[in-house]
Nanobody
Framework: QVQLVESGGGLVQAGGSLRLSCAASESIFSIIAMGWYRQAPGKQRELVATITSGGTTNYADSVKGRFAISRDNAKNTVYLQMNSLKPEDTARYYC??????????WGQGTQVTVSS
Protein backbone atom coordinates (compact mmCIF):
# COMPACT_ATOMS: atom_id res chain seq x y z
CA GLN A 1 0.00 0.00 0.00
CA VAL A 2 1.01 3.59 -0.60
CA GLN A 3 2.24 5.39 2.51
CA LEU A 4 1.22 9.03 2.77
CA VAL A 5 2.77 11.87 4.79
CA GLU A 6 0.96 15.18 5.10
CA SER A 7 2.60 18.48 6.12
CA GLY A 8 2.16 22.24 5.99
CA GLY A 9 -0.62 22.80 8.50
CA GLY A 10 -0.55 25.43 11.20
CA LEU A 11 -2.34 28.27 12.95
CA VAL A 12 -3.51 31.11 10.74
CA GLN A 13 -5.89 34.04 11.08
CA ALA A 14 -9.13 34.15 9.13
CA GLY A 15 -8.45 35.34 5.61
CA GLY A 16 -4.98 33.86 5.59
CA SER A 17 -3.44 31.14 3.44
CA LEU A 18 -1.69 27.83 3.87
CA ARG A 19 -0.23 25.29 1.47
CA LEU A 20 -0.45 21.64 2.40
CA SER A 21 1.75 18.93 0.94
CA CYS A 22 1.26 15.17 0.74
CA ALA A 23 4.21 12.95 -0.09
CA ALA A 24 3.54 9.40 -1.30
CA SER A 25 5.97 6.54 -0.87
CA GLU A 26 5.44 4.89 -4.21
CA SER A 27 5.38 5.95 -7.83
CA ILE A 28 1.97 4.36 -8.34
CA PHE A 29 0.76 7.64 -6.91
CA SER A 30 1.35 9.28 -10.30
CA ILE A 31 -1.29 7.14 -12.04
CA ILE A 32 -4.17 7.28 -9.58
CA ALA A 33 -6.64 9.95 -8.57
CA MET A 34 -5.87 11.65 -5.26
CA GLY A 35 -7.85 13.77 -2.86
CA TRP A 36 -7.66 15.90 0.24
CA TYR A 37 -9.96 15.12 3.12
CA ARG A 38 -10.58 16.88 6.40
CA GLN A 39 -12.04 15.91 9.73
CA ALA A 40 -13.12 18.35 12.39
CA PRO A 41 -13.66 17.23 16.00
CA GLY A 42 -16.95 15.38 16.34
CA LYS A 43 -17.55 15.30 12.60
CA GLN A 44 -17.09 12.73 9.87
CA ARG A 45 -14.17 12.90 7.49
CA GLU A 46 -15.17 14.79 4.34
CA LEU A 47 -13.63 14.93 0.90
CA VAL A 48 -12.85 18.52 -0.06
CA ALA A 49 -10.85 18.25 -3.29
CA THR A 50 -9.81 15.65 -5.85
CA ILE A 51 -7.43 15.54 -8.79
CA THR A 52 -7.13 12.87 -11.46
CA SER A 53 -3.82 11.59 -12.79
CA GLY A 54 -4.36 13.91 -15.75
CA GLY A 55 -4.98 16.96 -13.61
CA THR A 56 -8.76 17.31 -13.67
CA THR A 57 -9.92 18.81 -10.38
CA ASN A 58 -13.14 18.84 -8.39
CA TYR A 59 -14.06 20.62 -5.15
CA ALA A 60 -16.63 20.52 -2.42
CA ASP A 61 -18.94 23.52 -2.54
CA SER A 62 -17.63 24.70 0.83
CA VAL A 63 -14.11 25.29 -0.55
CA LYS A 64 -14.78 26.03 -4.20
CA GLY A 65 -13.04 29.21 -5.31
CA ARG A 66 -10.77 29.27 -2.22
CA PHE A 67 -8.82 26.00 -2.37
CA ALA A 68 -6.74 24.64 -5.24
CA ILE A 69 -5.44 21.08 -5.51
CA SER A 70 -2.43 20.28 -7.67
CA ARG A 71 0.08 17.50 -8.10
CA ASP A 72 3.68 16.92 -9.14
CA ASN A 73 3.83 13.34 -10.35
CA ALA A 74 7.62 13.44 -10.68
CA LYS A 75 7.84 14.15 -6.95
CA ASN A 76 4.97 11.86 -5.93
CA THR A 77 3.43 14.86 -4.19
CA VAL A 78 -0.01 16.45 -4.11
CA TYR A 79 -0.67 19.95 -2.80
CA LEU A 80 -3.61 21.90 -1.43
CA GLN A 81 -3.38 25.67 -1.64
CA MET A 82 -5.88 27.14 0.79
CA ASN A 83 -6.75 30.83 0.53
CA SER A 84 -9.30 33.04 2.29
CA LEU A 85 -9.37 30.60 5.18
CA LYS A 86 -12.35 30.63 7.51
CA PRO A 87 -12.70 29.35 11.09
CA GLU A 88 -14.94 26.57 9.76
CA ASP A 89 -11.96 25.25 7.77
CA THR A 90 -10.36 24.24 11.06
CA ALA A 91 -9.77 20.47 10.89
CA ARG A 92 -7.14 17.80 10.49
CA TYR A 93 -6.36 17.38 6.80
CA TYR A 94 -5.46 14.08 5.15
CA CYS A 95 -4.68 12.95 1.64
CA UNK A 96 -5.57 9.66 0.01
CA UNK A 97 -7.15 8.27 -3.11
CA UNK A 98 -10.92 8.83 -3.44
CA UNK A 99 -11.10 5.34 -4.99
CA UNK A 100 -11.55 2.92 -2.07
CA UNK A 101 -9.74 0.01 -3.72
CA UNK A 102 -6.68 2.19 -4.38
CA UNK A 103 -6.35 3.84 -0.97
CA UNK A 104 -3.15 3.64 0.98
CA UNK A 105 -2.86 3.64 4.73
CA TRP A 106 -4.13 6.87 6.26
CA GLY A 107 -1.31 9.14 7.41
CA GLN A 108 -1.20 11.23 10.56
CA GLY A 109 -2.68 14.20 8.78
CA THR A 110 -1.79 17.83 9.36
CA GLN A 111 -3.71 20.18 11.65
CA VAL A 112 -5.11 23.42 10.28
CA THR A 113 -6.47 25.90 12.81
CA VAL A 114 -8.05 29.15 11.66
CA SER A 115 -8.64 31.82 14.28
CA SER A 116 -11.35 34.43 13.97
Amino acid sequence: QVQLVESGGGLVQAGGSLRLSCAASESIFSIIAMGWYRQAPGKQRELVATITSGGTTNYADSVKGRFAISRDNAKNTVYLQMNSLKPEDTARYYCNSPIPTLRGSWGQGTQVTVSS
